[in-house]
Structures are given as structure tokens and as C-alpha cells.
């Protein structure tokens, strides 16, 4: 096993009826002004934007708002936010969404307190220093922002869609109550439970020996979505399963299923983040999409892991090599996404990219040809573009 940081500060309010403790949550922060930041309609029509704004109004806590965040969230929205709370005076930001509201408001929060453009921490031109401090009430279950250290932003010019990371960003605070996201539609609810297990198989699948402790959380973690997704497909109320689904979607993302590990992974999301800039698709259902191609491509350089994944998550009887264990739990899992209705293929995803696209895929997931991706096998621009063609 490898040696191991591991740090999860934020704190974790969870259940029914959580989200009228914010402005106690707030207050507590000793801040001055709030940014409410939020995406589309939903959270204004299920009244939720009413009982946080009464939550705040009863502690006297003062706030602006900014709404209209999408999926892949934009670069351009980020700096109006950075605009707007410079002028309000704004020192804590309220996330009231999922992932792509929390990620703006960790970009605002960077663009807030660090001298030059924000962009440039995504573009890996220099590092934070600092972040404003944040709180979430979260209201779909998938990208575990909410607890992890981590950002990813899109930006227009040229639709480059990229990450940054670092402690600075995490969370003061998050509210889970399940309930928020009972109306969701199935394919958001399916794509964020993608999502959340392949944040966990990402840092399954890696070259490093593991802790079968981190193993035994990780593999009960991504059944136990698996298990529960299916009950949601049926049954989009039932608590007990959208809890499951929502704290595994903090777990996945925190760094607890990566403790020991040599950092997983993590191609399957390079890959996806390329498709996300260039077609702005759901990030889940673009994992889903290409990871079996990924798979097929490198599972013989670790056989043992995605054979192990097999067993113990999927429940394939062992085979008499680990590497026909491995692809019939390749194959299992692609059966598990097409029950969910998630795709397993770019065109079902409903792209078609082009040579000429997949070859501009490839060399923004490259960085021009300057780095590899991946762990379990390394990739470089080649390598790249082939997967991309086996997921068409």
C-alpha cells in the first residue's frame, strides 16, 4: 500500500428537512454578505430558493443572488460571478444545486481571493492561494463536489472543459437531504449515479498494491449504487435508496475509496471531459459511454483488478484466467448501464464525432500532444484517439 493523506473537513448535515438550518450554518461563518448561487428553475419552483432565503432572513444574514449555472458550467458565468461579489462585498458563497453550481462557486471563490484570472488555475498556469469559503445544499446526488477538492470549468473560448484541485476549495458545510432530488429525471438520476461509481472505479483501477480495507469500502460502495439506481428506476420517492445514493456520492469523492492507492486512474474522466467541452453531454452518461472501450483497451496490463471488480461487484463466477474474468466483468458492467438506460457507446449517447473530431478530441485530451493520461495503462495522443473510435 501506498502512504496516505487523507483530509475531509467539511461538514456533513444530512436528512429530512436540513436545509432550514443553513442560515444557522451561515451565521456561524461570521460573514458579512452572501452569494446565493444556483442553476435552473427547479430550485425555484420546488420552493426551495424561498426556504433558504427565509432560513437567511431569520439569522439576519445578508445576500445577492446569481442563477442560470448550466451542466459543464461556463467560464463566462464564473467571472460575472467574481464581478458581482466584488461589487456586493459578497465573503461566503451559498451553492444551491449539484456539481456544476458548487464547481462555479469554488471557481468564484478562487477568482475572489487570487490576483490575475482564474482561468489560469484550470489551465495549470500557476496555483491557488487561498478561496473563499463556501457552503452547499445539494440537490442532485453525482459529482461529490460537495466534499471533494476538486473543480471543473468550461471554457467557450475553444470549449476546453478542465479541472483544478486543492484544499482551499472544500467545503465549509454541506446539507444532504435526500428529498431534494425525488424529482430529477431518471436519466439525471442515472448519470449521477454513474458518476459517483466511476469517481470510486477510477481510483479502483489503478498500479499500485491496495488496503483491502479501502477495497472493501470501495466494492460495497459501487454495489450498493448499483443496487440502489435500479430501485430508483422503479420506485424515483423511495428515501431509503436516494439516501444510499447521495452519501455514496460524498464517499466517492472525498478521497476516502483512495486511501493506500497510487491516485487511480482517472483516463475514463479525461476522455469524457474532452466530449463534455466539445458536445456539451451529461458527464455521467459520457462515462458510461466510453469506459467500456477504455476497459477493453488496457485491462490485460491489470488483469487482477478489473478481475477482482468482477467478482466481488458484479458477481462473475471465477473464470480459469484473470483476463476472462476481466472482460466478462467489462461486459457486466456495460449490461448493468444498458438496464439503467445509460449508454454504452457514443452513439447512443447521441454523438457521432467525426475524424476530424476525434482527432481535436485527442489533442485537447493530450494537451497538444505534450502529456499521456492513465494509470493502469499510459496513453498518449494515439492511444487516445484509438479509444475514442472504439467508442463510436
Not at 444530512?14 to 444556483?38: A, D, R, S
Not at 478562487?110 to 495549470?124: H, I, P, Q, R, S
Not at 483516463?267 to 463534455?276: R, T, Y
Not at 477482482?308 to 484466467?321: C, G, I, R, S, Y
Request: glycine share 10%; hydrophobic share 35%.
Amino acid at each position: 500500500m501506498q502512504n496516505f493523506n487523507y483530509y475531509a473537513p467539511t461538514r456533513v448535515v444530512f436528512g429530512k428537512g436540513t436545509e432550514n438550518e443553513v442560515g444557522k450554518l451561515i451565521k456561524e461563518q461570521n460573514c458579512k454578505k452572501v452569494l446565493v448561487h444556483y442553476g435552473g428553475g427547479s430550485v425555484i419552483r420546488s420552493g426551495l430558493l424561498d426556504r433558504v432565503y427565509t432560513s437567511l432572513g431569520a439569522e439576519g444574514i445578508a445576500y445577492t443572488t446569481l442563477g442560470e449555472v448550466v451542466p459543464n458550467p461556463r467560464l463566462s458565468k464564473v467571472r460575472e460571478g467574481i464581478e458581482l461579489c466584488q461589487r456586493e462585498g459578497v465573503d461566503f458563497i451559498l451553492a444551491v444545486g449539484g456539481g456544476s453550481v458548487i464547481d462555479s462557486s469554488k471557481a468564484i471563490g478562487y477568482g475572489l481571493t487570487n490576483e490575475g484570472d482564474v482561468w489560469d488555475f484550470y489551465a495549470k498556469k500557476r496555483t491557488a492561494s487561498a478561496c473563499l469559503p463556501i457552503g452547499t445544499i445539494l440537490t442532485i446526488s453525482a459529482a461529490g463536489s460537495e466534499m471533494s477538492d476538486s473543480s471543473v470549468i468550461t471554457n467557450e473560448d475553444g470549449w476546453i472543459k478542465r479541472g483544478y484541485s486543492s484544499n482551499y476549495c472544500r467545503c465549509k458545510f454541506a446539507i444532504l437531504n435526500p428529498e431534494l432530488t425525488y424529482t430529477l429525471p431518471d436519466y439525471q438520476t442515472q448519470s449521477g449515479c454513474v458518476d459517483i461509481m466511476m469517481h470510486t472505479m477510477e481510483r479502483y483501477l489503478n498500479h499500485s498494491t491496495n488496503m483491502e480495507m479501502t477495497d472493501g469500502i470501495s466494492e460495497a460502495l459501487i454495489r450498493t449504487v448499483m443496487k440502489s439506481s435500479r430501485i430508483l428506476k422503479q420506485d424515483p420517492t423511495n428515501y431509503e435508496a436516494r439516501a444510499e445514493v447521495m452519501w455514496a456520492g460524498s464517499l466517492s469523492h472525498n478521497g476516502l475509496t483512495g486511501c493506500g492507492t497510487d491516485g487511480g486512474d482517472w483516463a475514463s474522466h479525461q476522455l469524457e471531459h474532452e466530449l463534455g467541452g466539445m458536445f456539451d453531454v451529461a458527464h455521467g452518461a459520457g462515462l458510461a459511454a466510453v469506459w467500456g472501450s477504455w476497459a477493453r483497451y488496457v485491462y490485460k496490463d491489470r488483469a487482477d483488478r478489473f478481475a477482482k471488480l468482477a467478482e466481488n461487484v458484479l458477481m462473475v463466477p471465477h473464470d480459469d484466467t484473470p483476463e476472462k474474468t476481466a472482460l466478462a466483468g467489462i461486459e457486466a458492467m456495460e449490461d448493468y448501464y444498458r438496464s439503467v438506460d445509460m449508454p454504452t457507446s457514443l452513439r447512443e449517447l447521441g454523438i457521432e464525432p467525426t475524424e476530424e473530431q476525434i482527432q481535436e478530441l485527442a489533442d485537447k485530451c493530450s494537451f497538444q500532444n505534450t502529456r499521456t493520461i492513465g494509470k493502469v495503462k499510459v496513453l498518449n495522443r494515439e492511444d487516445i484517439a484509438k479509444i475514442y473510435r472504439m467508442a463510436l
